[in-house]
C-alpha cells in the first residue's frame, strides 16, 4: 500500500495504520510511506494539524493500492 498525504507538502504529517479489529501495526512521520500489508481490512489515520483523516480499505493477494488522504 502507498499512503500520501494530499495537501501542502510542508505539513507535519503523522500516521498510523491497522487492521480494521486489530491493534496498530505501523506508524511514521511525512507525507508518504509504502507499507507491504497482509491480505484483508484496514485503517489509516493522518494526523495534521490537529484535524485526523482516516480511510477504511482493503488488500487482496497481490494487489498494490494508493491510499490518499488530504484536507
Do not use: C, H
Amino acid at each position: 500500500a502507498r499512503l500520501n498525504f494530499v495537501g501542502s507538502p510542508q505539513a507535519q504529517v503523522s500516521w498510523d495504520v491497522r487492521p480494521i479489529d486489530g491493534v496498530k501495526i505501523s506508524s511514521f512521520l511525512g507525507i508518504s510511506q509504502k507499507l507491504a500489508l497482509k491480505p484483508g481490512t484496514y485503517l489509516a489515520e493522518a494526523r495534521v494539524n490537529g484535524e485526523i483523516l482516516t480511510a477504511k480499505f482493503k488488500i487482496v493477494a497481490g494487489q498494490e493500492r494508493d491510499i490518499m488522504l488530504g484536507n
